[in-house]
């Protein structure tokens, strides 16, 4: 079975890290939500995918220039705001797992402050999320604070060594992108009992390549396409 994974939430249907959408995704049936995660100016760890507010909100400028105050009063599109991370944590309510991206330099720990806050306090468990990162110091770093949370290390194009990198973070999972994917590299994961995650993969005929190549999960904006 492929391991579905709504990217940014459901994106295709709702504004992207919106709480409309990591609820459309599950609606949809999804396995994982995907999120990205920045540390705003205050403290509080924000849900949005780029540094700056231009491109998905009706902000301008960086995210760390800005307190949470200020992003609360924006729109993230259709009415929406940015949310925390422990907003979104609350809205799955453990319904579905959560793959939280660190995109923020430093995110790693305050995220690993609430991983923590949820699991010993809340009920959950570390087998509810996956953290990953294209930067994979930020990823060492996590891992030395000595949590049990899996670690899914990302990155765009095929290295040297094929998914050996991922080794030195005893990781998971490795996500791909579909541009660079091809067998040697899934084959090479899968000998060293990695998973195979390839984003980001909305049309049909893109489905039945990662289907053939037998991938364990896709990261898709129209999750529900992932049947």
């Known amino acids: 079975m492929i391991i579905k994974i709504g990217h940014r939430g459901a994106r295709g249907y709702e504004p992207e890290n919106t709480l409309s959408s990591f609820k459309k995704a599950i609606e949809l049936n999804v396995d994982f939500v995907e999120l990205d995660v920045f540390i705003c100016k205050t403290g509080e760890v924000v849900v949005i995918h780029d540094n700056t507010l231009d491109r998905t909100t009706n902000g301008k400028g960086y995210v760390f220039d800005k307190t949470y105050n200020e992003l609360q009063s924006l729109d993230a599109g ?6 925390k991370l422990e907003e979104v944590m609350d809205l ?17 720990k305050p995220v690993f402050n609430i991983i923590e806050e949820y699991v010993h306090g809340k009920g959950w468990a570390y087998d509810d999320f996956l953290i990953s990162s294209f930067n994979h110091y930020e990823l060492k770093d996590f891992i030395k604070l000595g949590s049990d949370v899996k670690i899914g290390a ?3 194009g095929i290295p040297l060594g094929y998914a050996k990198f991922a080794g030195a973070l005893n990781a998971y999972s490795v996500h791909l992108s579909k541009e660079f994917i091809n067998k040697k590299i899934i084959e090479d994961a899968h000998k060293r009992e990695m998973k195979v995650f390839v ?3 909305n049309e049909q005929i893109e489905i039945e390549r990662m289907k053939s190549l037998n991938v364990d999960g896709m990261f898709s904006d129209f999750p529900d396409r992932l049947i």
């Open 199 to 201: 984003y980001t993969i």
């Open 78 to 83: 259709g009415g929406q705001k940015i949310p």
């Open 154 to 156: 990302i990155i765009a």
């Open 92 to 108: 799955i309510d453990r319904k579905v797992k959560i793959n939280i991206e660190l995109k923020g330099e430093g995110s790693y």
